[in-house]
Every structure is written in C-alpha cells, then in structure tokens.
C-alpha cells in the first residue's frame, strides 16, 4: 500500500524487496508482519507513514535493534507528522521525503534524505552528486551516481511552504477531527482509530473505511462512483493494487540476468506471483476510502458539503443496484 519506488529503489541497488502485510486498524505496516519476515539476510526495515499517518515506530525500533537492522523511513506523505513528540523523518537511520506535485510540500518534483549520521549523510551527498565527496576536488568522483540535486528555484518554493506548513497541518487537523466525528453518526463509513503515540498528524490522504455488510452488500466501488457524482473527490486511499501485483514483479521485469531477484550470489530467487499480502489485498479492494490534503484546507462548511454528500447516498443505496 505504498507507490512502486519504495521497492524498486531497493532493486536498484541489487537487493531483494520483501514485502510485510498491514495492519488493518492504522493501513501501516504491521510490526508483527516484519518481524514473520526477517530472514538472516534482512538488512533494513522501510517503514512507509501511508498516507501520513506514523506507523508504530516504537515497536518497528525495538525490531530493528533486536536483528542489528537499519529503519529508513518513507514520510513522502508525512511532511510535519510526528509520533510522541517527535517529527516522522527524525526516528530512523535514514529518511526521505517526496516533493512531487501532489504533496502537501511540493516544488513539482523531487526530494530530500535526512540522517543524524554523519558517514551516511556524506554517501548520501556523493549519490546526489554524481559521486563527488564534501570537501574534496570539484571534479575527482568516488562512486558510481548521478546528478539528483534539486536547482535553488525548487529549494525556494520549498522554504516559502515551510513559514506556513504548521498553519496548514493545524486547520487540516481540525477539519479531519471535525469530518470524523460526522462520519461515525453515519452507518457504514468508519475513520480510522487515531494512535494516542501519534501527537500530530499531517496527511498526503486522510483514509477511512467502508463497511461493505452495512451496505447490504453493496460493493465500496459502487459507493465511490456515487460521491463522485455529487462531487466528491473520493479515492481508495493507496496507489493502486499492492506493489507485489504489478507487472514489474509478478513478470520479473528486471532485466536480462534478472539481478537482484534471479542473482546467482543470492542463491534462493525468489517469486513474487506467491507473495500474498491479506490485509493490504482486502483493504485495497472492498474497504478503504481517502480524500485528498487539499480539500481539507477548506472550512467547516467543506466539511458539511462532504458529510451532507454521505449521508445521501447512505439514504439512497437502493438507487445503487440499479
């Protein structure tokens, strides 16, 4: 339940991805799931905050130290989010976050890569620029890499977002608390339980359920279509079917010798067509619902227009078996 480069940057530099199941009251990786998946060959752990929402990285921690593991956080969606006091991004070795067009921070595209680590800071930097090391000659490079620098433009859109991200993250905060407690006086739609380690919350996506039963049966896509015919902008809260499902890896696209996946120093290979992931597949399919950031930099009225939206087509699921 995440975008594709999450695993393929693992790919990228020849190791294998292996995938963890979700757990179903938060939509994020499930520590019990990584801990099942850990093999003696297992280097890190990528948590991925879905949507912004921290996964429990206290627990994910404990794992990581237990097995002598590196954490690199995905916060893509959680630009400002923090668990117990402590910004997402700032709780593991490495982390990274996104600035595509889409995101609550954007500059079109691009990213950054924060660490407390000095040596992988300076890996970090000599990856970004094509293979140059700090303080050394402008034109001697130590490894292979690329030119992934962001220009100054981009850095200053960045920074004029920053002087109003916490103003942002506040009143989105305030509208999803709002729409939540709307949402559980109407059967059938559910928010998400909100972690008490979870002490501010900023989202790509605000996700919440579908309860297909209470529906009589009637399928979440059928429900979907509805709300967007009275405008609005519902999704299902994930970038498509699970990574696993994609072509890329259920086809083992990766090239003629087929490394990482068919490496023969790795010895085992592995099949991605047997990777079953329970959770995420039925979340996916029938149960989850999101809306987009941006809607919820509106009013309490928004919110209403929503909730009123709801409401009828709750009051109207006859009319969707027709």
């Not at 433009?153 to 905060?173: G, K, N, T, V, Y």
């Not at 909100?194 to 996700?207: A, G, P």
Request: glycine share 8%.
């Amino acid at each position: 339940m995440t975008f594709v480069a999450t695993a393929t940057s693992v790919a990228l530099v020849n190791a294998i991805p292996i995938f963890a199941d979700v757990d179903p009251e938060t939509y994020n990786i499930s520590p019990q799931a990584i801990e099942d998946a850990i093999t003696e060959r297992t280097r890190a752990i990528i948590p991925v905050h879905n949507g912004g929402y921290p996964c429990d990285m206290d627990a994910i921690t404990q794992i990581a130290k237990k097995h002598d593991l590196v954490v690199i956080e995905d916060c893509a969606h959680a630009h400002g989010s923090e668990w117990k006091g402590r910004k997402c991004g700032s709780l593991g070795h490495l982390s990274t976050f996104s600035f595509q067009q889409f995101k609550v921070m954007t500059c079109g595209e691009g990213g950054i890569v924060l660490t407390s680590d000095e040596e992988l800071a300076e890996k970090a930097y000599s990856f970004m620029h094509i293979g140059r090391m700090p303080g050394r000659p402008f034109y001697e490079f130590h490894r292979l890499a690329s030119n992934l620098r962001l220009t100054e433009f981009q850095a200053a859109i960045l920074l004029c977002q920053l002087e109003r991200l916490d103003e942002q993250i506040e009143r989105r905060e305030e509208n999803i608390k709002y729409l939540g407690e709307g949402l559980k006086q109407i059967d059938g739609v559910e928010p998400l339980n909100r972690d008490e380690r979870v002490t501010r919350w900023s989202f790509y996506y605000w996700n919440f359920k579908y309860r297909e039963e209470e529906f009589d049966g009637i399928p979440r896509d059928k429900f979907i279509e509805a709300l967007k015919a009275e405008g609005v902008p519902i999704g299902v809260g994930a970038h498509g079917e699970p990574i696993y499902r994609n072509p890329l890896f259920q086809n083992m696209n990766f090239g003629r010798t087929g490394c990482p996946i068919k490496c023969p120093l790795y010895g085992k290979g592995i099949d991605y067509r047997k990777t079953f992931c329970p959770e995420a597949e039925r979340i996916y399919q029938k149960e989850a619902l999101s809306l987009p950031h941006a809607i919820f930099l509106g009013g309490k009225e928004d919110m209403d227009l929503i909730l009123d939206a709801i409401r009828k087509v709750r009051e109207n699921t006859e009319e969707l078996r027709k």
